[in-house]
């Protein structure tokens, strides 16, 4: 900043003014504007370009991948590109990650060699007498077979 201010007012007075007055060399004012007139400007990719980036990602990870994730992968392949921009072109085009599948836990596992129990009560369960019939569910008790 100091620099930017010293060039401005250079038509104003001799260098070595302003450098005395904002304390900086004379030297480090010139390293200065010389380095930066030798820098290529950073061009940012087109958005055509970009959402190709972006589309060909998404479509090698089929769709498991969100915006953060696709931000992660692009800066990894050396492509610099801001979060908000890739969130910003992927919500267009209806890129969006897939949701997982839920988990669904299967209790019960009718295919087995397993000896299966009669079925004595054949789904009458009204009894005349106490005792008679027995009935419980024990699917909640955890053992070691799963």
């Not at 260098?15 to 005395?20: A, L, Q, T």
């Not at 007139?37 to 089929?62: D, F, K, W, Y």
């Amino acid at each position: 900043m100091k620099y930017a201010l010293i060039r401005r007012n250079r038509h104003l007075w001799p260098i070595r003014v302003p450098c005395r007055v904002w304390g900086v060399s004379g030297a480090g004012d010139h390293e200065h504007f010389g380095r930066q007139h030798t820098m290529t400007p950073r061009r940012p990719l087109s958005e055509e370009v970009l959402r190709g980036h972006i589309r060909a990602v998404h479509t090698e990870t089929r769709g498991a991948y969100g915006w953060p994730r696709i931000w992660r992968q692009l800066k990894r392949q050396g492509i610099r590109v801001g979060k908000q921009r890739v969130q910003q072109l992927m919500q267009p085009h209806s890129m969006r990650a897939r949701g997982r599948r839920r988990f669904r836990i299967s209790t019960t596992d009718s295919r087995h060699a397993l000896p299966v129990a009669d079925n004595r009560l054949n789904r009458q369960f009204s009894v005349v007498t106490p005792k008679q019939a027995w009935v419980g569910d024990i699917t909640y008790i955890a053992t070691g077979e799963g």
